[in-house]
């Protein structure tokens, strides 16, 4: 092999990949460090900057602490590439991963650093931290009087501190609940998942219907990054006994403790107890995270020692560690800044955010905490600048941004945070012992709610890239369509983002059969949707990306629509999304003489439970008035606790009853089933003629119309009106038969009536002969008139 001095001369001529010097501000791209192929950066003309020099004898004086970015990884053709890669081994979990972004090969970023680089570095009396295949580079702390000499090795591009950060304290640190102390004598809940006091934060962001379809991060493996966790808290036994703990690894005392030792500060365990549990614990009753069935990976990379800084490059270890054991999610709640400017966040530019963008491209996703210093803006640091990271925001629990939550934009005017979730005061295991329960602040404590929320959709939609999840859940957050650098795209719902590849929408979801339905279909462009397949749940299906349907039957309809994607099949489903009701109200009429009562019998076929109902009633006014005389509880309605007038409208005879199951006293809702619901008796005005039939219906009012209501749901059924009808009769008919026809009876009768004190007629139109409204003598010598003397008939009708 050439010396390393004479190789640097013969870059020009050999068949690789070779980059322009880089400033730190403008380092080598990632698609550089993904070839498959030889890569050899060129010496920058400064490696060691005065700046750099002043601030690390401001910042470390005797010794520093400094990334030494390498030239080369000893390999310069494409068949010592592939040589050298023949050695490497990426493990089947890492490898299944990286092929959603076709990373599943060995690329440069996989060969290791070059040993000989390192001992010449080391031997120039510097101490290796750690070594990045990622970046070619190795974090040393070297003898700021040795600087100068390593910088001129020839195999060194250039040296840049490595960049330390302190722990932002918790905006209202972390408050125990001592009504929520587990241990061995906490009941189980006799539900399938009672969340406790999580239930809130994790309805906030649409976590628990997603649960419901199964799905809990199964076969999902996260990375946690923090401080320390205590492992052996009762929230975490299931991942222990349930097979699912993958690794952990103490990145600050180089052991595979992640629980508090005796060089720990007391409390290094708190924050990484406070945030696994919140995205991943799990103890009915008490908590749960949103992944709380997920693989898991420790990583302890913050040294919360008062008198330690928080190195950079310890998260970057802790990244390509947990990317060989196959990690899908890391959540991380670290914002680096130091020697840092505004304009370092850049997407491209921190340490931490290269890590973060090459762990994209190799199919993880990096969920960051946006930080805790807002409301100023811009207020972000690294990694929280990355590309294709999710930097997370916090709110409170009614929606509102907490205060302190960093606000974007990045340097280049990119959009942050990307999204938020419960920040404040949210619920989650505390380390004081190992069954106590509290809550937290902070975008800590967001964080992992969303990381958590990312597993269930990596479950669900496993070929989707790092970038479709992150997509998913910007797309459907609250604040999508007007997304800004306070809330980003807004609060996640990562029910709707499990739907977001397929989605349905239509223009009307409850009606009386037959009902015809305009169904919408939506995907993404970056799915590149190419089928369409709708179940309409009534046995018949369309290929049409929104196509109408008519159900024909009364029925409940669960929808499904399968789109064909370049990334497979992507199925959503609505369980009972179409209701077709068959649900009927109908008046039966009744039928009298005019001035005779009558009663209205309405009946109800109802196909769901109610609770209430509101009935309108009309009665008839022409050609004549039925005046209402009381309104009663049907039969199938007598139990019902209350029954209450909405509406009394005597002068447009219109009448709005509400009748209410359970007014308090405990009764049941009003069965599935058919019958009278209500009675309303009315008598018929005294001067209707007799023969005609009026409607009696409901009464069409804008603020009072036919309503049922069940527990789910409140609708109209159909109504079909009815009649009152006044029985047909004769005029002058006055006899008590009415038999049909005027004689000698008909006489006697009226005689009787109006000068012997008899009985009164059956209506005014069968004594009214001359049809004046009265009956008097005028009536009588009309019929006589009549029968005996050739006089005209009675007047019509």
């Not at 650093?113 to 990622?134: C, F, H, M």
């Not at 399938?192 to 239930?199: C, I, K, L, P, R």
């Not at 497979?568 to 609505?574: D, F, H, R, T, V």
């Not at 009633?617 to 909405?646: C, H, N, W």
């Amino acid at each position: 092999m050439l010396p390393a001095s004479l190789r640097i001369l013969l870059f020009t001529l050999l068949p690789l990949t070779l980059v322009a010097a880089p400033e730190p501000s403008s380092p080598p791209t990632s698609a550089t460090t993904l070839s498959t192929d030889a890569v050899v950066v060129a010496k920058a003309a400064t490696p060691l900057s005065d700046a750099v020099k002043d601030f690390l004898a401001t910042r470390d004086g005797d010794n520093a602490k400094v990334w030494v970015f390498f030239t080369d990884k000893g390999v310069f053709t494409r068949a010592e590439f592939q040589s050298a890669a023949a050695s490497v081994a990426i493990g089947e979990a890492a490898l299944q991963r990286r092929a959603k972004t076709g990373m599943d090969k060995v690329v440069f970023a996989d060969l290791p650093v070059r040993q000989e680089y390192v001992d010449q570095v080391v031997a120039q009396g510097a101490t290796l931290r750690w070594k990045s295949a990622w970046l070619n580079a190795a974090s040393f702390i070297i003898p700021s009087g040795k600087l100068s000499a390593i910088a001129s090795l020839p195999f060194v591009v250039r040296m840049q501190p490595v960049a330390v950060s302190k722990r932002i304290a918790e905006p209202l640190g972390v408050l125990p609940d001592a009504t929520r102390t587990g241990g061995p004598d906490a009941a189980l809940s006799p539900t399938a998942f009672n969340y406790g006091t999580a239930s809130a934060q994790l309805s906030q962001i649409g976590v628990p219907s997603v649960h419901g379809k199964g799905y809990h991060g199964e076969g999902v493996t996260l990375a946690m990054f923090d401080t320390g966790f205590r492992t052996s808290h009762e929230v975490f036994a299931a991942a222990f006994s349930e097979g699912r703990f993958i690794a952990q690894y103490d990145f600050i005392f180089h052991d595979s403790v992640t629980a508090n030792q005796p060089e720990d500060n007391a409390g290094a365990w708190n924050h990484g107890t406070l945030t696994w549990s919140t995205a991943a614990g799990m103890k009915d009753g008490l908590l749960y995270g949103p992944a709380f069935k997920s693989k898991i990976i420790l990583c302890k990379t913050e040294d919360i020692r008062s008198e330690t800084a928080i190195e950079e490059d310890n998260w970057l270890a802790a990244v390509e560690w947990v990317s060989t054991l196959g990690a899908d999610v890391i959540s991380s709640s670290l914002s680096y800044s130091d020697w840092y400017t505004n304009a370092s966040y850049d997407g491209k530019t921190c340490i931490s955010t290269k890590a973060a963008n090459l762990a994209d491209s190799l199919g993880i996703l990096v969920v960051n905490a946006a930080g805790n210093s807002g409301p100023g803006s811009p207020s972000i640091g690294a990694p929280a600048d990355a590309f294709y990271d999710i930097t997370v925001g916090a709110v409170y629990a009614d929606n509102l941004l907490a205060n302190f939550s960093s606000r974007g934009p990045t340097f280049d005017g990119r959009i942050k945070p990307e999204v938020c979730a419960r920040g404040v005061s949210t619920a989650c295991a505390t380390s004081a012992a190992d069954y106590t329960y509290g809550s937290a602040s902070g975008t800590s404590l967001s964080t992992p709610l969303v990381a958590g929320a990312a597993c269930l959709l990596i479950q669900a939609r496993p070929s989707f890239t790092p970038r479709l999840i992150r997509q998913a859940l910007m797309e459907t957050a609250n604040n999508a369509a007007t997304p800004n650098n306070n809330y980003g795209w807004g609060i996640i719902n990562t029910d709707a983002a499990l739907a977001w590849g397929a989605r349905i929408a239509a223009d009307v979801t409850t009606g009386n059969a037959p009902m015809t339905v305009h169904f919408t279909g939506t995907s993404s462009a970056s799915l590149a949707p190419s089928s369409w397949l709708w179940d309409f749940g009534d046995g018949n299906t369309s290929t049409s990306q929104n196509p109408a349907h008519t159900y024909t039957l009364p029925g409940m309809y669960t929808v499904s629509l399968t789109v064909g994607t370049a990334y497979g099949s992507i199925s959503n489903s609505k369980p009972g999304m179409i209701t077709a009701f068959g649900d009927t109200l109908r008046f039966i009429g009744d039928s009298a003489f005019a001035g005779q009562s009558v009663m209205v019998s309405v009946q109800l076929t109802n196909s769901q439970s109610l609770q209430s109902m509101i009935l309108p009633v009309k009665l008839p006014i022409t050609p004549y008035r039925v005046t209402l005389d009381s309104i009663r509880r049907g039969t199938r309605t007598q139990y019902f606790e209350a029954m209450s007038a909405l509406g009394w409208d005597t002068f447009n005879n219109r009448y709005t009853m509400e009748l209410i199951a359970d007014n308090g006293g405990g009764a049941p809702a009003l069965s599935p089933g058919e019958g009278e619901v209500l009675r309303v008796y009315g008598r018929i005005n005294k001067f209707a003629l007799g023969g005609i039939a009026t409607v009696v219906d409901t009464a069409d009012l804008p603020s009072f119309r036919v309503r049922l209501t069940s527990s789910l749901m409140s609708y109209g059924p159909v109504v079909f009106p009815g009649q009152i009808a006044t029985k047909g009769i004769l005029r002058c008919d006055a006899d008590y038969s009415n038999d049909g026809s005027l004689d000698i009876s008909d006489v006697t009768a009226l005689i009787s009536y109006l000068f012997l004190s008899g009985p009164p007629p059956v209506t005014v139109q069968s004594d009214d002969c001359d049809g004046d409204l009265g009956i008097d003598i005028s009536d009588l010598t009309l019929l006589i008139g009549y029968l005996f003397l050739g006089g005209p008939p009675p007047v019509s009708p």
